[in-house]
């Protein structure tokens, strides 16, 4: 099985067939503020993406595993050592902004997914 | 202890049925973070000083798997007779969120560590097994703060929690009711602490438990729409929480309305749940395989390595506290439940040679947690000293009035018991040479007392103990003065 990441998106059913309304929800979960003629013209390039996919999906795969990794590597594990961590000042250099108590500082985020 | 919506749930209850799911996180005991070497001992720390490039998400950073939070995932799962796949792999769950610098966060999706365990554990109406789904592990994300700065809404970001060990423990939906709820994540608390896995203080978020809660008409076999209920600090905010969903999803059935999908949020002060947010769909996390990581192989040499370090579980304990040493299963219970208790019961057995376990079992329960819950706690018991403490009783040389003072000195001052009873003076006179003659004086002075007695007066024989106990100060066996008076009574008629 192919793993992508618009493989496995949910409201993808069938090959070559996203709607604009798909490529609306994949806009909003990436946060990206389209324009209608931007949106447009994903919905075609996606869906010939997805075209390529169904070639591939009609290859026999049946004797090949599932392939998550290119490179030929396993268990690479460290050992529970502390190291150094960087300084407030150094981890909030790129901050946006930052407040006296030396948190990142960003618009107000309400709802949403927060906690793991 | 009921509580008030626990009870209401009951009302509830009686024509519906809860399914409930629990899911628990619980931050493992390592000393750095999962994928990053910065230290976990972040308690107090100043917001983003235990941080690094990979933690806070920089671009062109990778993670490295710390061995050490793999190996209690694998622990866990053989605490809970989980199977632990041969090969595992990293998925990530991919949302927007300032709490998560990368943009997602790392997980376990298809292949998790730890898959179809199982836990079982006592209730008031009987012992309950739960199916557990999987465990996995993952990473902690960041902690905000939203508030007002300068005028404007902001949330403030602290990543010192970002990339710290997380271990996820999802059951099957086979739970039915608040009280079992709560019950499984205290067994799975305390399963937790006995292999070392994790702290789990719920007040601290070591331990964070949230819950799924659907209600069905009893016979039904269709599940209801399930609600997300978070934010139960601790467990009896679990077995309220629950109880008070199931009752409120009840409510809103019997009264024609629909239960909507959605996660709500449990507060302590109005003892309710209120909606926080609707329920995305899983699918929108858009999961896929983490190329920055390798896959992980689990051989069965490193697999039973990681069992030999698993100490014995609680319930194989509670067995052996019933079975070996004739303990009730309230007794068992109590020692196993509480760390302290159990290893002072332990330790007492080790070295109490002579001393029946059901003894130190009752000094254990009785005084001994009675002191640790109490307002003067924070002490300690010496094992040693609590085993000779148990055998001063058994061999009559102190009373158990006396002792039951020995001990909440001895845990107050860790001073050892022998002096402790030396200096308060409460050796008890077992000598039955210097008991006969007080005992002598004790007839010879009461005459009256000893003719009722032969005239069938049994009372009498409290007379005269409390002489016998008068005139050595209160430090004669009163058991023994008793047993020694009447026998003296009835053989000289
Ligand atoms: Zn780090």
């Keep these: 099985m192919v793993h992508s990441g618009l493989a496995s998106v949910r409201y993808h059913r069938g090959m070559a067939n996203l709607t604009r309304a798909d490529v609306e929800h994949v806009a909003f979960l990436a946060r990206l503020g389209l324009t209608e003629a931007e949106m447009a013209r994903l919905e075609g390039q996606l869906n010939h993406i997805l075209e390529q996919y169904a070639i591939l999906q009609t290859l026999d795969t049946e004797h090949i595993p599932p392939t998550a990794q290119t490179i030929e590597l396993a268990n690479i594990l460290r050992e529970d050592v502390v190291q150094p961590s960087i300084s407030v000042d150094e981890a909030l250099s790129n901050a946006p902004e930052r407040s006296a108590s030396g948190h990142f500082v960003v618009p107000a985020i309400l709802g949403g997914e927060g906690g793991a | ?493």
């Design chain 2, 1 to 493: 202890m009921t509580t008030a919506p626990a009870e209401a749930a009951k009302g509830a209850l009686a024509r519906y049925e809860a399914v409930i799911g629990i899911e628990i996180h619980c931050q493992l005991k390592t000393a750095s973070k999962m994928f990053c070497g910065c230290s976990t001992d972040i308690d107090g720390a100043a917001p983003n000083s235990h941080t690094c490039p990979v933690c806070l998400g920089l671009p062109g950073t990778l993670p490295t798997i710390n061995k050490s939070a793999v190996e209690w995932v694998i622990a866990a799962g053989f605490a809970i007779e989980a199977q632990t796949p041969p090969a595992t792999r990293w998925d990530r769950k991919n949302y927007f969120y300032p709490d998560i610098p990368k943009g997602y966060q790392i997980s376990q999706y298809q292949l998790p560590l730890a898959a179809n365990g199982r836990l079982t554990f006592d209730t008031s109406a009987g012992p309950v097994t739960v199916r557990i789904r999987r465990a996995h592990l993952e990473e902690d994300t960041g902690r905000l703060i939203h508030q007002e700065m300068a005028g404007r809404r902001a949330s403030l970001i602290d990543f010192n929690r970002s990339g710290m060990p997380l271990m996820e423990i999802v059951t099957e939906p086979d739970i039915r009711t608040a009280e079992q709820a709560r019950r499984y994540a205290e067994e799975l608390r305390l399963l937790m602490r006995t292999i070392g896995a994790s702290d789990a203080e719920m007040e601290n978020g070591q331990m964070r438990v949230e819950a799924n809660v659907s209600i069905r008409p009893i016979g039904r076999e269709a599940f209801g729409t399930r609600v997300e209920v978070k934010n139960m600090n601790s467990m009896k905010a679990v077995e309220r929480a629950i109880g008070f969903e199931i009752e409120r999803q009840a409510e809103l059935i019997d009264g024609g309305d629909k239960v909507r999908m959605e996660t709500r949020g449990w507060d302590e002060p109005s003892q309710s749940t209120y909606h926080m947010r609707p329920k995305e769909e899983e699918n929108d996390y858009r999961y896929f395989p983490e190329p920055d990581l390798p896959p992980l192989m689990t051989t069965p040499e490193w697999l039973a390595e990681i069992a030999t370090r698993i100490p014995e579980l609680p319930s194989v304990r509670r067995a052996r506290y019933t079975g070996e040493f004739g303990l009730s299963s309230y007794d068992a219970n109590v020692l196993v439940n509480d760390a302290s208790a159990t290893a002072l019961f332990e330790g007492a057995l080790a070295v109490g040679a002579g001393v029946s376990p059901k003894l130190l079992a009752n000094w254990v329960t009785g005084e001994y947690l009675r002191l640790a819950k109490g307002d003067a706690g924070g002490g300690s018991v010496d094992p040693v000293e609590l085993a000779a403490l148990a055998r001063l009783v058994a061999d009559g040389a102190i009373s158990g009035t006396n002792a039951k003072e020995v001990l909440a000195e001895h845990y107050a001052s860790a001073a050892p018991v022998a002096s402790i009873v030396e200096a308060r003076g409460f050796r008890q006179i077992s000598d039955s040479g210097a008991l006969g003659k007080a005992i002598n004086d004790a007839l010879a002075a009461n005459p009256a007392a000893v003719a009722d007695y032969r005239a069938g007066k049994a009372a009498a024989v409290g007379f005269l103990v409390g002489q016998v106990m008068k005139a050595t100060r209160g430090q004669a066996n009163a058991a023994m003065v008793q047993t020694a008076l009447r026998e003296r009574l009835e053989a000289a008629e």
